[in-house]
């Protein structure tokens, strides 16, 4: 198990105070929060390149915070691969090995298997400056796991790529995991990054841990509007607890008069009646209800009219966005493409919309 | 199209004029006194002495001087900006009032210490060699801080992670990444100690076949209106000059990666 302990950092503006992140052997875990939060800085501590200001780090049983960079068995993928341009593809790969002093031939089974998985043996002759950008990150991460790294850090890895190019990347992140179970810690803005290969995540804003769990954890039911702000969310609320109605388990929350009923469990901290709370609506589980057409029992809990405001193709979906006609709220809702076609939408159409359960979450 | 022919008008004026100057010299060239003076010993002496001088010279500030470099390009520290700065006195401070120093310390008593138990300075070879490298040192690390800046420290960084200690990532990642611009502030250095003179002849004399490095022979000669054996010099020193900035061209030029 990789742990860090109260890491505290103070340089220049930054201030990363009393950080903890525990990562299980074999999992693939993300710090994520946004650009300029001082990622870089915790990755550097981790790797012992900064001296943290306090701060205690176990790569399994060993405590490694005072040991140098060399001595800590974690490898390192910066944003900008740094790859050794005079070196050859084959020899930036055998750094590692090298320079520990390990056995060649104990790891040639392995760097083959590695080699092969990436697809990079026709690149092993070249310099890395004649490569595109595909392959570069390819080598700079077989560099890193060839020399069987304790823990491996990753710096923003699809930072700046093309899209093609970054879901191959994606892939191959999860096929290299999936295959030799390095322990891994990355850092990204990204949330969707994170989601995708992520099994634990870590939220880090303003130098301070907001929220840690498994990530549907964290996706589905964020802590605070600050994680929620964080991770993109829509149709955030101010809300009131009206009351709780015992005989359906649902709590009545209002807010500008138009009043919402939620399942008593779709929250994480205890709320009570007369409180305020932080009402978040998740947009892609908000239906438009088609005319005519019958409604199931959990649907019509949270039914709307509204009006349509403006509408926006996003290209894989459509965002429409709708005014509540009591209390007048602001409500943005996606939809399936196919879904959108089928519903006749325009501007200005008064519609009825129903929230899913799962649409709801609120934070104290 | 005037502006462009004014502004390329200017840049070819100014070769003319250092080109010119070359070219003057050879109006003297070929007489029988031009080949006595190339052949004389003090010359073959002074031509020597100078090579050796400016080699040592340049060995000592490179020693000194890429360490330093590599401190003032990585690291803050407390001073940096002082240090920074004292960098520039050399190139500041007129070459014979460095001279002069050197020569007020050595009558110091440390100085004078230095001297008895150790190695002579004042009017002695060794003061040549001290004097040049106190003109460069600060140029030379200058220059080599330079060409470490445009290193990123990132690529230390990943070799550390990778098992190097730094003394092996300085060697095997960053001087190599580096070594161009190393060369070329090198070559630099060496070819300004070479033409060292204020400095030099403060502390070290100007006594023919003992401390007479190239330039001072020049000065000699020309105040003993030796035109030709000062003509043999001048040649020497520019064809050094033109071999050493070629070289440096050649440093700078293509990139072999990236």
């Given at each position: 198990m990789i742990r860090v302990e109260g890491l505290t950092i103070l340089f220049e503006s930054f201030k990363i105070m009393d950080l903890d992140i525990e990562i299980q052997e074999?999992?693939?875990?993300?710090?994520?929060?946004?650009?300029?939060?001082?990622?870089?800085?915790?990755?550097?501590?981790?790797?012992?390149l900064r001296k943290p200001k306090k701060g205690r780090i176990w790569i399994g049983e060993r405590e490694v915070q005072d040991l140098p960079p060399e001595q800590r068995e974690i490898s390192y993928v910066p944003q900008d691969l740094a790859l050794f341009p005079h070196l050859k593809v084959k020899d930036n790969i055998l750094y590692g090995i090298k320079a520990r002093n390990f056995d060649p031939k104990v790891y040639e089974e392995y760097v083959q298997a590695l080699i092969q998985v990436m697809k990079v043996d026709h690149l092993l002759e070249r310099y890395p400056g004649n490569l595109s950008g595909g392959e570069k990150k390819r080598v700079a991460l077989l560099r890193a796991l060839a020399p069987k790294p304790k823990l491996l850090l990753l710096d923003e890895p699809l930072a700046g790529l093309d899209p093609s190019i970054k879901v191959e990347i994606q892939q191959l992140l999860k096929l290299?995991?999936?295959?030799?179970?390095?322990?891994?810690?990355?850092?990204?803005?990204?949330?969707?990054?994170?989601?995708?290969?992520?099994?634990?995540?870590?939220?880090?804003?303003?130098?301070?841990i907001e929220q840690e769990g498994k990530r549907d954890d964290?996706?589905?039911?964020?802590?605070?509007?600050?994680?929620?702000?964080?991770?993109?969310?829509?149709?955030?609320?101010?809300?009131?607890?009206?009351?709780?109605?015992?005989?359906?388990q649902r709590w009545v929350l209002g807010?500008?008069?138009?009043?919402?009923?939620?399942?008593?469990?779709?929250?994480?901290?205890?709320?009570?009646?007369?409180?305020?709370?932080?009402?978040f609506i998740r947009p892609e589980e908000v239906m438009i209800l088609r005319e005519g057409k019958p409604l199931k029992d959990s649907l019509k809990r949270n039914v709307f009219k509204g009006e349509i405001l403006d509408i926006i193709n996003r290209g894989r979906y459509h965002t429409v966005y709708v005014q509540?006609?009591?209390?007048?709220?602001?409500?943005?809702?996606?939809?399936?493409?196919?879904?959108?076609?089928?519903?006749?939408?325009?501007?200005?159409?008064?519609?009825?919309?129903?929230?899913?359960?799962?649409?709801?979450?609120?934070m104290s | 199209m005037r502006f462009r022919y004014?502004?390329?008008?200017?840049?070819?004026?100014?070769?003319?004029?250092?080109?010119?100057?070359?070219?003057?010299?050879?109006?003297?060239?070929?007489?029988?006194?031009?080949?006595?003076?190339?052949?004389?010993?003090?010359?073959?002496?002074?031509?020597?002495?100078?090579?050796?001088?400016?080699?040592?010279?340049?060995?000592?500030?490179?020693?000194?001087?890429?360490?330093?470099?590599?401190?003032?390009?990585?690291?803050?520290f407390f001073g940096k900006r002082v240090l920074d700065t004292f960098l520039e006195i050399p190139?500041?401070?007129?070459?014979?009032?460095?001279?002069?120093?050197?020569?007020?310390?050595?009558?110091?008593?440390?100085?004078?210490?230095?001297?008895?138990?150790?190695?002579?300075?004042?009017?002695?070879?060794?003061?040549?060699?001290l004097a040049q490298f106190a003109t460069i040192a600060g140029l030379s690390t200058r220059l080599m801080k330079a060409s470490l800046d445009e290193i990123s420290p990132r690529f230390e960084a990943v070799a550390r992670s990778l098992g190097s200690s730094s003394w092996q990532a300085f060697y095997k990642i960053t001087i190599p990444l580096a070594w161009r611009g190393l060369i070329?502030?090198?070559?630099?250095?060496?070819?300004k100690a070479l033409g060292e003179f204020g400095a030099t002849v403060t502390l070290a004399g100007a006594m023919p076949g003992k401390t007479e490095t190239m330039p001072i022979a020049i000065f000699t000669a020309l105040a003993s209106t030796n035109i030709d054996k000062t003509i043999v010099l001048i040649l020497i020193l520019v064809v050094f000059g033109l071999v050493t900035l070629y070289g440096v061209r050649l440093t700078g030029g293509k990139r072999l990666y990236d």
């Open positions: 074999e999992r693939f875990h993300f710090l994520l929060g946004p650009t300029g939060s001082g990622k870089t800085l915790i990755l550097e501590s981790i790797m012992g290299l995991h999936s295959s030799f179970h390095t322990t891994t810690l990355c850092v990204t803005h990204d949330f969707e990054e994170a989601y995708v290969l992520g099994d634990g995540i870590t939220i880090c804003i303003d130098g301070r964290v996706f589905l039911r964020p802590k605070s509007r600050k994680v929620a702000q964080f991770l993109g969310a829509k149709n955030l609320y101010r809300a009131r607890v009206l009351k709780k109605e015992e005989s359906l807010v500008n008069g138009l009043q919402f009923l939620m399942p008593l469990g779709r929250c994480r901290d205890p709320i009570e009646v007369g409180g305020e709370v932080d009402l509540t006609m009591q209390g007048k709220i602001p409500f943005e809702i996606s939809i399936p493409n196919y879904a959108f076609r089928n519903l006749n939408l325009s501007m200005g159409k008064t519609i009825k919309v129903a929230l899913r359960e799962e649409s709801l979450w609120v | 004014t502004m390329i008008g200017a840049a070819v004026s100014i070769f003319i004029f250092y080109l010119g100057l070359i070219l003057s010299l050879f109006y003297f060239v070929g007489g029988k006194g031009f080949w006595e003076a190339l052949l004389h010993p003090n010359t073959i002496f002074s031509i020597r002495l100078s090579l050796i001088a400016a080699t040592a010279a340049t060995f000592f500030a490179l020693m000194i001087g890429l360490p330093s470099a590599y401190a003032l390009s990585r690291y803050q190139m500041i401070m007129s070459p014979i009032a460095l001279g002069a120093s050197l020569l007020i310390f050595f009558n110091t008593p440390l100085g004078e210490v230095i001297q008895r138990k150790g190695i002579f300075f004042v009017f002695e070879i060794p003061g040549i060699v070329a502030s090198i070559i630099l250095s060496w070819a």
